[in-house]
C-alpha cells in the first residue's frame, strides 16, 4: 500500500468501527501527539497507549453522532497531510492529520484540531 492508501483506510476502519484493522495499520511502537490543552492533548506512546487512553475515550468523551470526514490528502514520499471536518452534536470544525509511514502501518501521527472548540464539544459525566 502507498502512504496514501494506508491513511485511507484508517479513516475507513475508524468510521466503520473495525479497530482489528485499525491495529493493523498502526506500528505497535506508534507515537501519536494531539495539540491542544484539553483532557486528551497530549503524546501516546505505542499503539496500546493509543487505543486505551485516546481512541477508547472517543465514546465518552466526543459529542455524540461524533465522525471525521476526510476531505483532501496530500502526500510527499512516506507524509500524508490530510484535511478532514469533524463533525457532531455541537461540533463542526476542521482536524489536520500528519502522518509518518512505515512500511503499510502507520509510525508517527500529528492531529491538529482547534483545540478549544474541540474541548467545548466534549461531553461532561
Not at 465518552?60 to 452534536?89: C, L, Q, R, W, Y
Not at 484540531?113 to 459525566?125: E, I, R, V
Amino acid at each position: 500500500m502507498t502512504p496514501k492508501e494506508v491513511m485511507e483506510k484508517t479513516f475507513d476502519c475508524f468510521a466503520t468501527g473495525d479497530m482489528e484493522t485499525f491495529k493493523t495499520l498502526h506500528t505497535d511502537d506508534v507515537v501519536v501527539t494531539m495539540n491542544g490543552a484539553h483532557s486528551l492533548s497530549g503524546t501516546y506512546n505505542g499503539f496500546a497507549d493509543f487505543m486505551g487512553n485516546m481512541i477508547a475515550k472517543i465514546p465518552s468523551t466526543f459529542p455524540e453522532n461524533f465522525s471525521v470526514t476526510p476531505e483532501k490528502m496530500i502526500a510527499d514520499g512516506n507524509n500524508v497531510f490530510t484535511h478532514a471536518i469533524a463533525k457532531g452534536d455541537g461540533i463542526d470544525a476542521y482536524f489536520g492529520f500528519r502522518v509518518e509511514v512505515e512500511g503499510d502501518a502507520i509510525k508517527k501521527l500529528w492531529i491538529y484540531a482547534d483545540s478549544q472548540k474541540l474541548a467545548n464539544s466534549f461531553q461532561t459525566a
